[in-house]
């Protein structure tokens, strides 16, 4: 499919996921599409294919994620804003955040093999991240230091499908914060450490569930 039809495709699931989740409704035992919701631990939300067997599988192919991003105005001077744009800069700093932490988990898993090629035996890994926002405000010129705690958070949707006939095998859905224990002096040094950690505990996280499920 197209990363236009790929991206729609993660929003559709995370528009549905919000409103299952909203206080008036429950998460959706199945999908639209026959997926049966497990325990997805620490995600929010996780959904497989019932009875699918991953044993032939060996190798994993990670696809570059969609990312979509909040639309937030300048809130200029205001002291009650908690959301701020972010410049082409620095969302292409993010995409490659995320991209080299990804990659890196994927790397090490002992249960499959990374590859950039479709084929037999081969999972894709099909994601996006959206709804991304920034809690951090621009340091004014001249003004006294900035500490903040959070500095941002966004959704993660992510499919596992076969690479050949892109049957989807498994959906999940999860928001993350990345934050600091205390609030701490905001730099563009030690924000985009921040979100270095962030992106990776969170793609170990995914590591270790796609290995879980593989084993089921």
């Not at 999908?31 to 994993?60: C, E, M, N, Q, V």
């Not at 300048?74 to 292409?92: H, I, M, N, S, V």
């Not at 941002?152 to 992510?158: F, Q």
Request: charged letters at 30%; proline letters at 6%; hydrophobic letters at 40%.
């Amino acid at each position: 499919s197209t990363p236009l039809a790929a991206i729609a495709g993660v929003l559709l699931v995370a528009v549905a996921f919000a409103a299952a989740a909203s206080p008036r409704n429950t998460v959706p035992e199945i999908t639209a599409d026959g997926l049966h919701r497990i325990d997805g631990g620490p995600l929010s939300g996780a959904w497989a294919k019932p009875g699918i067997d991953l044993s032939a599988y060996t190798k994993i192919r990670l696809l570059p994620a969609e990312m979509g991003f909040r639309e937030v105005k300048d809130p200029g001077l205001r002291r009650d804003a908690t959301d701020y744009p972010l410049d082409e800069g620095q969302k292409q700093r993010l995409r490659e955040t995320l991209q080299e932490a990804f990659v890196t988990a994927l790397g090490k898993s002992r249960r499959f093999e990374l590859t950039d090629e479709a084929g037999p035996g081969v999972l894709e890994i099909r994601g996006a991240i959206i709804d991304v926002v920034s809690h951090v405000p621009e340091q004014p010129i001249g003004r006294s230091a900035i500490f903040v705690r959070s500095l941002g958070e966004a959704t993660l949707v992510v499919e596992l499908r076969d690479s050949e006939t892109h049957e989807v095998f498994a959906r999940a859905i999860d928001r993350r914060a990345a934050e600091r224990q205390t609030p701490g002096r905001s730099s563009s040094v030690s924000n985009l450490a921040e979100v270095r950690r962030a992106a990776q505990r969170w793609a170990d996280l995914l590591r270790r569930r796609l290995e879980a499920f593989a084993e089921l």
